[in-house]
């Protein structure tokens, strides 16, 4: 199927190679997220194959545990709000500099991708300085700030990405028959735009899901996120339970990776640009 | 959207210039508009991040604990030619503002902050401490010299009115495995506190390895995916992009669980008769850089991938039509193609790798912590934050010339999420 019809003998063999090469590559990329998984239906709590027996008695003690539902709940909160924020303020920015004539356009928008190249472990100890100053630290408040500017460079880039294939003539045209600029935004560019918005958004709200080192730092333990309680009981002793959590943030990947695939084939399909 | 308007009843004597003012005008509208969607995001990141960050920068640098405990024993200092143990008066000074700081319980802070450059200056002052506490007056400089003769060290008061300074270059120097002596010369640092050159070269090899790592083993997977037809290669995408999706405190809990003595990996080595007894897996470089490469390799793979997806593949088969073996074919017409993305994709990975933290903090040995972990250890555990910010400003420093060379390279207008 790789080599084409003219290969010789020895180029079909390398290209055998070269596929054998792959096939190990993506075992090594899938390898570890699969082999996490079953161990969290074991009846024991040991991590070793074949399994002794199956039980659900890690996720019922994820669910049970006073703990392990706390932290749930906080990360909950703590991404939705990040999320909005996140959305809103980014998808102003890239309709702004999409625009095409703000001065100091490049730097502008190289500041507002920063937060997602400067080391994080930086981004927490400047904030957990900073934040104390105002009485931030360990308040909700301060971690739903933190996690929402690590969240918006996800936004402008992909909204920036839609916007660029966007057609401008047509909020012209809604202009020139006597639409209002908000009309105009509200019934021709935000239905275009959506797809990039919300998948904007579901990279914000993962990276607020899925952060730690920064609430390792502004959090007290009212504020303990999910995988804030997965880094400390990584650090003591790996329990079954935390496999179980595993399992379940996986399959919310793969939920979110789904979408993310179906709002691009929904953009491309607006845009007219794919099949 | 806004409009110049043009003069209504314009006659042919149309005035040129004003209708250019007009337009102009407009124009600033307009770019005041498009500016204020921009501003709220941009006043948003620079009161929260860049704000902190430049403070933190201050932080490197700062030097308040002997200022503000000390003012009238740095005054006295200033009058002091260094050649000789100053006089009464400056003993005099530090005995009295001692009081304070015992009151206060502050003589601690102000010993830990000579004690950084005078070794066992910290017990030394805490016990001048009880000395004033027992009170009884001066003259303060010969009970000082009974107590103890390092209080006649003219090095010591050297670098008590150093430390009594605005700024000081202290943390930057040992960050950098230098110190100053007491005449304000720079040289090395004692051996015991050179560590943090090791440290860095540790942090930027340990991010050549993992990027040439994810190079090798991504490179020919893009090519693949870039090759296959769209039906093929949409399902092999998955495969790249769950991992990616995924939380890195879930992938790196699997290698804990994949790699630890008695894990997944070790059963396998053990059943298949590979080894005869369990090896150590974790806990060292091999570990370390085994998980952050599993974690890096998709920001490595998408870049060269979307590269690649743009190469015609007749370039190819002219090649070969042309008398180019495969190989020749392949290493001078197409990988010199596939450089951008090559240079994209590593240049992102190495930037993001030398950020790490929570990885090598889990699956690491002491040896394998990079830069992140001591600037963490010292805001945590030494409290020592000056020190932890001179850490950071540095490492803030090259990623930003990274990042910039990044812009400068591929333009981070070009990075695509998926």
């Known amino acids: ?275 | 959207m806004a409009v110049a308007a043009l003069p209504g009843e314009a006659g042919p004597d149309v005035d040129r210039t004003s209708l250019k003012t007009k337009l102009r005008r407009a124009e600033r509208v307009n770019r005041a508009r498009s500016f204020s969607l921009v501003a709220p995001l941009l006043l948003f990141v620079l009161a929260v991040f860049a704000l902190p960050i430049g403070l933190m920068l201050v932080r490197a640098v700062e030097n308040t604990e002997v200022r503000e405990t000390m003012p009238r024993t740095i005054a006295a200092l200033d009058g002091w030619d260094g050649q000789a143990t100053p006089g009464e008066d400056v003993f005099a000074a530090f005995a009295d503002e001692l009081v304070q700081t015992q009151k206060d319980r502050t003589t601690a802070l102000v010993g830990k902050r000579i004690n950084y450059e005078v070794p066992g200056a910290r017990s030394r002052f805490l016990k001048a401490g009880r000395l004033v506490d027992a009170g009884g007056g001066g003259p303060w400089r010969e009970k000082f010299l009974a107590a103890d003769p390092e209080w006649g060290s003219v090095e010591f008061w050297a670098i008590m009115k150093r430390a009594g300074a605005t700024f000081t270059p202290y943390y930057l120097l040992t960050s950098l495995d230098l110190r100053q002596d007491a005449q304000g010369a720079v040289g090395r640092n004692f051996a015991d506190q050179s560590i943090f050159v090791d440290i860095f070269f540790r942090t930027i090899w340990i991010s050549l390895l993992v990027t040439l790592a994810t190079l090798v083993l991504g490179y020919p997977v893009a090519h693949l995916l870039a090759i296959l037809p769209p039906r093929h290669a949409n399902v092999l995408m998955i495969l790249v992009l769950l991992p990616f999706t995924t939380s890195i405190l879930v992938r790196t809990t699997a290698w804990i669980v994949l790699l630890q003595s008695n894990g997944v990996l070790n059963d396998i080595l053990l059943a298949l008769n590979l080894t005869t007894e369990r090896v150590q897996l974790i806990f060292n470089r091999f570990g370390t850089v085994l998980a952050m490469t599993h974690i890096q390799l998709p920001f490595t793979i998408l870049p060269i991938y979307s590269v690649m997806k743009s190469i015609p593949p007749s370039h190819l088969r002219a090649a070969r039509s042309l008398g180019a073996g495969p190989l020749t074919a392949f290493v001078s017409v197409y990988m010199p193609q596939t450089l951008p993305g090559v240079g994209a994709g590593c240049l992102l990975t190495f930037i993001l790798s030398l950020g790490y933290y929570i990885t090598p903090a889990l699956v690491g040995g002491p040896q394998d912590q990079m830069v992140s972990y001591f600037v963490a250890l010292y805001t945590n555990r030494e409290m020592n934050w000056g020190q932890a910010s001179a850490l950071g400003a540095i490492l803030l420093l090259i990623t930003l010339a990274l990042y910039a060379l990044f812009n400068r390279l591929v333009g981070i207008d070009k990075v695509k999420l998926g």
């Open chain 1, 1 to 275: 199927m790789l080599a084409p019809s003219y290969a010789t003998p020895r180029e079909k063999l390398s290209y055998f190679v070269f596929a054998l090469f792959c096939a190990l590559v993506f075992l090594f990329l899938i390898g570890p997220i699969l082999v996490i998984m079953p161990l969290s239906f074991s009846s024991e709590p040991w991590f070793t194959y074949p399994l002794p027996g199956l039980s659900l008695r890690w996720y019922i003690d994820f669910f049970t545990d006073e703990r392990w539902r706390i932290a749930l709940q906080n990360s909950g909160i703590v991404a939705l709000f990040a999320t909005l924020i996140a959305t809103g303020l980014g998808t102003l920015a890239a309709l702004g500099l999409s625009r095409g004539n703000v001065p100091f356009a490049g730097l502008i928008l190289s500041i507002l991708i920063s937060p997602m190249i400067v080391p994080v472990v930086i981004v927490a100890v400047a904030m957990f300085f900073g934040f104390a100053a105002v009485g931030l630290n360990n308040t909700y408040l301060g971690l739903i700030l933190a996690h929402a500017i690590l969240g918006t460079p996800f936004v402008v880039i992909t909204v920036t990405a839609t916007l660029t294939g966007f057609d401008r003539t047509l909020t012209r045209a809604a202009a020139s028959l006597g639409a209002s600029p908000w009309t105009a935004f509200r019934t021709i560019t935000l239905p275009l735009i959506a797809p990039g918005v919300t998948s904007g958004a579901l990279f914000a709200f993962v990276t607020s899901w899925d952060e730690v080192v920064v609430a390792l730092f502004l959090a007290s333990p009212d504020q303990r996120t999910l995988p804030r309680q997965m880094f400390s009981g990584i650090r003591e002793q790996i329990s079954p339970t935390i496999t179980a959590a595993a399992t379940l943030l996986v399959f919310f990947a793969a939920l979110l990776m789904l979408t993310l695939e179906l709002l691009r084939r929904r953009s491309e399909r607006l845009r007219g640009t794919g099949g």
